[in-house]
DNA sequence: ACTGTTGTACGAATGTCTTCGTAAACAAAT
DNA sequence: ATTTGTTTACGAAGACATTCGTACAACAGT
């Protein structure tokens, strides 16, 4: 299996791809700076190694370029999670979940979502058996 | 509130030590070694950084040093994961609890136990209302 | 055509992590 | 006492990440 790894700037940047879709430089750059601070060639930079790395895709036809996530953003938060679940957690999954749930609150409908995912993994359990 | 950064190697380590308690140097190493393959003068060096860094504490009365986990699994965990639901899964912690309910498949007892919290998290959300 | 603005490319400085070689301290065994 | 093995301390090299200055190209408005 391929490894990814991105770093922490490109993963708030790929976070950023991920929930707008294809975005240039300017608009990235001007979202990161609202809650840190760095030049917008810092960014650029940035921007052009996650395309050397294809963390990126671009679109180069106009002057202005293009960016895409070239990875998928379920790929990431899975290899992410595992390796935390394994170094952090001790290896127990549901330690985590259950600190998730803990500190950030989530919505009714959320939890609601999560007792429905429950109930379906428990009723697969029971069929393997 | 205090920012802790461990990085990769330090949360591995850190992840022995939450686990055995207190260690040495090479009992750490021993472990490591196992799945990764570094010299143990790199492994004492970590540990003599965290040291600095105060991640760990260390008991020198006697010539071989005893190193414990100086910052808690608790709020470690609750820092990355914060972070991670923040950048990597748009601020959705649910959305972080399926994921990671989906691949890691856990025990029924786990999932019995996460039940129950979801229960009394949406009592006290009702209780607050 | 000129000027100002916005963009890309590139290289270099700086910072941080990781790795390991070497030296010195110490203890146990011969 | 000398050797052998285990340990700590230290420094430095190599890799990687982050930051930004500078140069140059493209374009818009005058």
Redesign the interface.
């Known amino acids: 299996m391929k490894q990814i790894r991105p770093t922490e700037s490109e ?2 940047i790929l ?1 950023i791809l ?2 707008r879709g294809p975005s240039t430089v300017r608009e990235i750059h001007d979202i990161l700076s609202q809650t840190k601070d760095a030049g917008y060639t810092t960014t650029l930079k940035l921007m052009q190694i996650m395309h050397e790395k294809e963390l990126v895709a671009r679109d180069t036809s106009s002057k202005t370029h293009v960016y895409t996530a070239a990875i998928s ?2 790929k ?3 290899q ?3 390796k ?2 394994d ?4 290896g ?3 330690q ?11 919505s ?1 409908e ?2 609601q ?3 429905q ?2 109930t379906a ?2 009723k697969q ?1 029971k069929d393997n058996r």
Do not use: P
Request: without cysteine.
């Open positions: 993963l708030e976070g991920w929930e953003q379920q990431t938060q899975q992410l999670l595992d935390m679940i170094t952090v957690f001790g127990s999954a549901s985590l979940v259950m600190q998730a749930l803990g500190h950030h609150q989530s009714e959320e939890l979502k999560i007792r995912y429950l993994i428990e359990q």
